[in-house]
């Protein structure tokens, strides 16, 4: 990052390269960026440390032993700035996809869940993160790929 907290071009390619797949190794990184590998490594420290990664997921295919229920939670936050709760959010079991978002609320979170019992049990749970306000879930009835 640049002194005035900008991403350098390099940077903004190392984190379009980690979205893409983010299980490259760091040595790919560096052949494709021309960086050493210890190069790569921190750039990305310092980008985790800024707050520009703020973390890492795996995208999975659903199967049938996968949970069943999708709902979308909106969540609102009482404090800023919101990242600290993001980073929280991310780190739940059941959470697949999170968005931070403008509105009357702060973010929407994706989960997947066995069924409705562990839904409530996940919502009550983001609720009791400090500072989050509200969270109010709604039942994903079908999915469709664009």
Not at 17 to 41: C, F, I, N, W, Y
Not at 72 to 90: K, M
């Amino acid at each position: 990052m640049r002194k005035d907290g900008k991403l350098d071009p390099t940077n903004r390619r190392l984190l379009a390269l980690l979205k893409e797949h983010g299980r490259t190794s760091a040595s790919d990184l560096g052949r494709k960026l021309g960086l050493s590998r210890t190069a790569v490594q921190d750039r990305i420290r310092r980008l985790e440390k800024a707050g520009v990664i703020l973390g890492y997921t795996a995208v999975i295919s659903v199967a049938d032993d996968l949970p069943t229920i999708a709902a979308l939670v909106s969540i609102t936050i009482s404090e800023r700035p919101c990242a600290p709760v993001l980073v929280h959010l991310q780190a739940l079991p059941g959470v697949e996809r999170l968005f931070s978002v403008a509105g009357p609320t702060d973010a929407v979170v994706l989960v997947r869940v066995a069924d409705t019992q562990a839904l409530s049990a996940l919502v009550d749970r983001i609720s009791a993160i400090e500072h989050v306000s509200t969270a109010t879930a709604v039942v994903v009835l079908d999915e469709y790929q664009g």
